[in-house]
T-cell receptor, first 112, second 111 residues
Framework: NAGVMQNPRHLVRRRGQEARLRCSPM?????VYWYRQLPEEGLKFMVY????????ESGMPKERFSAEFPKEGPSILRIQQVVRGDSAAYFC??????????FGSGTRLTVV | SQELEQSPQSLIVQEGKNLTINCTSS?????LYWYKQKYGEGLIFLMM?????EEKSHEKITAKLDEKKQQSSLHITASQPSHAGIYLC???????????FGAGTQVVVTP
């Protein structure tokens, strides 16, 4: 079992570019969660998805950020027109239907 | 403000000594999770507690959840350099599906 796989591990983008972060959940897990860890801050919930459904996006910024978990393939967190303030570590977690969260190693986004 | 309060914010402990980290909520928790994070890396799952009064141990780490399900502690016995890192408590507040985290406790183990 490969665990939760996130890629890339590190991503550098210039201001105004788009960032795409991928997350493949653990085998058998149908629930995916995205969290953001800003420098010197704690982990903050962003969005909770099941296959083809957004269950809770209460932690997502209103603009430029979107997430999907298609029927086939990994979950994608997409950030359009990145700004320096988007620089952070983005973590994905997955769980089976009854809880128990496994985290990936994260994607560290740097906006230059 | 943090909904989960972790204390202390950081601590330095000599190798071989014990340490305790606390996690407190003003509201009843549905589930309480402890994770460890090494700087620049992902989160490693340690323990999950769901029942009031529950206590779990793994190797030298013991986690407890009080009867009211509002406070948890993580205790490390005879600390080793491998125990160094940031310890995070996370909680399901109303139902599972969205973890809220404390600010973390940085643990340094000195020779």
């Amino acid at each position: 079992n490969a665990g939760v796989m996130q890629n890339p591990r590190h991503l550098v983008r210039r201001r105004g570019q788009e960032a795409r972060l991928r997350c493949s959940p653990m085998k058998g897990h149908s629930h995916v969660y995205w969290y953001r860890q800003l420098p010197e801050e704690g982990l903050k919930f962003m969005v909770y998805l099941q296959k083809e459904n957004i269950i809770d996006e209460s932690g997502m910024p209103k603009e430029r950020f979107s997430a999907e978990f298609p029927k086939e393939g990994p979950s994608i967190l997409r950030i359009q027109q990145v700004v320096r303030g988007d620089s952070a570590a983005y973590f994905c977690a997955s769980s089976p239907r009854d809880g128990g969260y496994t985290f990936g190693s994260g994607t560290r986004l740097t906006v230059v | 403000s943090q909904e989960l309060e972790q204390s202390p914010q950081s601590l330095i402990v000599q190798e071989g000594k014990n340490l305790t980290i606390n996690c407190t909520s003003s509201k009843t928790l549905y589930g309480l999770y402890w994770y460890k994070q090494k700087y620049g890396e992902g989160l490693i799952f340690l323990m999950m507690l769901q029942k009031g009064g529950e206590e779990k141990s793994h190797e030298k780490i013991t986690a407890k959840l009080d009867e009211k399900k509002q406070q948890s502690s993580l205790h490390i016995t005879a600390s080793q350099p491998s125990h160094a890192g940031i310890y995070l408590c996370g909680a399901d507040r109303d139902s599972w599906g969205k973890l809220q985290f404390g600010a973390g406790t940085q643990v340094v183990v000195t020779p």
